[in-house]
């Protein structure tokens, strides 16, 4: 069950080495902030577009459209189909998810990329904005996915937000997926938004807040005068204000408290988690968004024989783990995902 902070008999199934820090990149802050200090090397982006058909949102904030997922082949025959999503503010042109794609494409994996509702580029697409419990758009595309890998098994990775998605999903309708990674993603909501709100944050939540409004009021479809009040006259000061504003009255949670404890997967998961497929949780313990706390308490939890296991590294950052040769993180969700797939 991955019992302390690493976890080398399962590495060592893997054939993965313990992650270590690259210079320049110590500490959780330089690890996280890598991807937008250096350009990272990409091939250019020859993701073929397909539109995927979703209703509108639950609250009826939004009406019935289509999310935008990028499909990447891999040389050869594909062992079987990864569904990638992004996190909070991102989108399938990010550059640490386009990394990822990458790394599975290289180890024999065809990749969905999915835009979320409201993300780049395909905000023209459908109306309004993704949550963190988001079945009704999510699980069909799980099904256009199933659809496209054509009998093979069908993977979820998650980067942040996309890996508690996909969790979600996972809960909500056991057996959709065959295997699941997540990278730094939140189990507690409400713990995420109070470690975001640390002054030692302020220029995280700042940025992530940025985007998330101008996100917001791009929405060609229009937003309600009640939201650009609250989105422009008096702007949201932290994340959970623009979920309490935005995310839960469109998707219809009474308030953001009732967001926070429904959309949180923590609570949910040690009752049924072994109806969960092969799912690794990766954690850095100086991450400086995602509290460490959440996974670790779950890890003590979890019977003999879950199919959840965790893996905890000193080091990493949010979503960095940019080791010597390259980005581990990718390394291992290639790795795992394979041990899966074979």
């Not at 939004?62 to 991102?90: I, S, T």
């Not at 295997?179 to 995420?192: E, I, K, M, T, V």
Request: aromatic content about 6%.
């Amino acid at each position: 069950m991955g019992r302390g902070v690493d976890n080398p008999q399962l590495r060592k199934r893997l054939g993965v080495a313990s992650f270590q820090e690259r210079w320049p990149w110590i500490g959780g802050d330089l690890q996280t902030l890598r991807d937008t200090l250096r350009e990272v090397d990409l091939p250019s982006d020859q993701g073929v577009p397909i539109h995927i058909p979703v209703p509108p949102l639950p609250s009826g904030a939004a009406a019935a459209g289509a999310l935008l997922a990028l499909l990447d082949q891999p040389e050869g025959e594909p062992k079987g189909m990864v569904l990638l999503l992004h996190g909070l503010g991102g989108s399938s042109a990010r550059e640490g998810l386009r990394r990822m794609g990458v790394a599975l494409q290289a180890a024999g994996f065809a990749v969905l990329r999915l835009n979320l509702r409201g993300a780049d580029p395909g905000r023209h697409l459908a109306g309004g904005t993704y949550a963190a419990r988001c079945n009704s758009d999510l699980l069909p595309v799980i099904a256009r996915a199933r659809e496209l890998a054509a009998g093979r098994p069908l993977l979820g990775a998650g980067i942040s937000l996309g890996g508690t998605m996909l969790l979600n999903a996972c809960l909500a309708s056991p057996g959709v997926l065959d295997g699941l990674f997540c990278a730094s993603s939140p189990l507690d909501l409400a713990a995420c938004s109070a470690s975001i709100e640390r002054p030692r944050n302020r220029v995280y939540q700042r940025w992530l807040l940025k985007r998330l409004v101008r996100q917001t009021l791009a929405d060609p479809f229009g937003v309600s005068a009640d939201e650009e009040v609250k989105l422009q006259a008096t702007p949201p000061r932290s994340i959970r204000e623009f979920d309490s504003a935005v995310t839960a009255p469109r998707w219809g949670f009474s308030d953001v408290e009732d967001y926070y404890v429904k959309a949180s997967p923590l609570q949910h998961l040690v009752p049924v988690s072994d109806q969960l497929p092969p799912t690794l949780l990766l954690q850095a313990l100086d991450d400086p968004w995602v509290p460490a706390a959440s996974a670790i308490n779950l890890q003590a939890k979890l019977p003999a024989g879950s199919p959840l296991r965790t893996l905890f590294t000193k080091r990493g950052g949010h979503n960095g783990f940019h080791g010597v040769n390259g980005c581990w993180g990718d390394q291992l969700a290639a790795a795992w995902l394979t041990s899966i797939s074979n």
